[in-house]
């Protein structure tokens, strides 16, 4: 039953206290609707009343119908905005026809909300990210304030102008604006910002208006301006009212009908949940819909254009001490006796004083704070956000919703179609041998293991392929993958097919595909479709100890016998620890410069502490021997990671390369190096090193080591593979090379050579 009429849940709730402080928060409501309700009108090109008539009925229906307990529903400036964007076309604003169609509209987008509900479609308003929101409300900040330069300015801008057409007409009819209409505007924005600082307590917006109404009447009395006002409002209920049910209507209104619908829901749920979490309360989106839906409807039979959760009225609803969804519904009837009350007045409310509320409405609409915050996170929802942004500018507003959607959903599916994947090795040092991404650890010259977060499906597959294809050109010698697929919750047929070819390429290169930790969801995709046939059931593993003890033997011993490596225990146990190098006799660099004199001279650079020092030495033995200098450096990294513009392996390849040349560049203009060559490769540290020594062809490389026995694992590799004489130093830490330099230039140092 509770479910049908959600009331029946916190009915219960109510008692003498909860009365209490929603008899407060609804009055103080019904008292800031006022002139919201009138701004808002004026914005949605309604007449004055009309915008009051919003506050009322649907704001008791949504209390009622609604999930949240705090949400208070009426007119607001993101619907007001779109509604005369939309209808203007159709109709003049403030005609008949025109309130005709904003009844209807309002109608169609309840049946939408309610449709939505009872479909349980509650998740789709999450598709409309937060840069949409925010560029949409920024935007329509600014078509609020071009709209309202006519009642400001008091100039004669033509009914519908676009904003550039606004803009244009600002320029040229500069000359004309009426000085003392402007006054009533700038007198009422003035006050409103200094109410809105020095008064919190105080609706800001009443004290403005009181303030411009009074000008506005000085300057009729005394000076005989005539200031031109809003006019005297109805001071009786809603009346009742009827949607047009013409098809030909709603054809036209459908476009509008679901923007309205898709951004009034997003705004609704954004506010409930913003509220429940400061309240504890849990927001049942379904039922917010339905709610929502239920109050559009209603709403439209008692003369009520589009209505959804108010921002401001939900806030201050909150702050006022709301305990239940009374406080909205006493909100609601109470503005009925309050524009019995104040209605006559209204035929001494200026125009330009309402303009001047509503540009405070339209910069209180543009979030700096959050624009700023977006721009310094992600070009991505940047660039979501300024399309929005100039979209609400220049096109019709439905459209500009849909533009900020629509690309956001682009980026969305970009994102997901580029799983994260990273290289994994065993971190020795760790408890339990933990794996990790470090890039410095050596890695298992047979055995390439990957960690993949993130769906595997038709639109991941070409990017998993280039990753594996990029991995194979870096380390051809790897025959053996390991997949580690913890983090895949979901693969389609395209991602099980994909993971079969992979194992039948490993396979015709002498290695083998490998599943760590697959999921139940995945190993079951994989069985109903034979997958696990093809893969081969003896290559899924359960852990990744099994997994290792299994793959072990596979590998081939003599390359095991030489590997310096060592990473697994299945190593250690059958081949012991790697023996250090010998170590050097003292002055054995001197030795081969006074023997072979070096020409070329090639310093490794890690890029990382110690490099000054390095580079320094590098150059002052290349000036002293009249030899060749270059500095080169390997740049190491991981397909699927660190990359946002999800760039192919090649387009990263050519960019980072860049990076790397600027940067031994600038390096070498801080040492003093002039005329220093760079040189960069990137198939792995030992690897690259050998292709840099190659390529560059020295008689001596200089390298950098953390290690006290080889280099990065692969010294043995290096002084084996190198057509050159090699130098490598042996410190703890990079830091620590200016010592050894010292050392190398006076008493000796601990060095290897060949």
Known sequence: MARIFPFLEWLPLVNRRTLAADLSAGLTGAIVVLPQGVAFATIAGMPPEYGLYAGMVPAIVAALF???WHLVSGPTTAASIVLYSSLSAFAAPGSADYVQLAITLAFMVGAIEITMGLFRLGALVNFISHSV?????????ILIAANQVRNFFGLPVPPGATFHDVAVFLVEHIGDISPAVTAVGAVTLVFGILARRLLPRIPHMIVAILAGSLLALVLDLGFGAAIPTVGALPSHPPPLSAPSFSMQVMRDLAPTALAVTLFALTEALSISRALAVRSGQHINSNQEFL???????????FSSYVATGSFNRSGLNYDAGAKTPVAAMIGGVALLAVVVLVAPFAAYLPDAAMAGILFLVAWGLIDFKHIAQVARASRSETAVLAVTFLATLFLPLEFAIFAGV??????????ASHPTILSRVPDPAAAGRKFTSADRLPECPQIKILRIDGSLFFGAVNYFQETLRAYERKRPDQRHIALFMSGVNFIDVAGAEALTQAARRQRERG??????NVKEAVRSRLRRGRYIEEIGSENVFASKTQAF???????????????????FRECVSEFGKPEPLPAAPEQVL??????????RILAVLALDYGDHDLARYAWALAKTLGAKLAFGHVAEWEPGFGFEGYLTPAEVERQLEAVVHGKLDALAAEVGASGAETVVAFPGWDRGIADLARDWKPDLVVVPSNKDHDLS??????VRDWECDAVIFRVYLFGALSRVAKAWLGAGSDTAAR
Request: proline share 5%; charged share 15%.
């Open 66 to 68: 609604g999930s949240s």
């Open 590 to 599: 001197p030795a081969i410069v006074a023997q072979k004199a070096p020409r």
């Open 291 to 301: 709610g929502q839906g239920l109050s559009n409807i209603a709403g439209s039979f």
């Open 549 to 567: 003890a299994a793959i072990y033997p596979r590998l081939d011993r003599p390359t095991c016998m030489d590997c310096r490596a060592r990473i």
């Open 713 to 718: 694992g692969g010294g043995r590799l290096v």
């Open 511 to 516: 290695g083998g595909l490998y599943l760590v």
């Open 133 to 141: 929101v925010i560029g949409f409300t920024a935007g329509a900040g």
């Open 406 to 415: 629509l690309l956001s959903l682009l980026l969305y599916l970009n994102r």
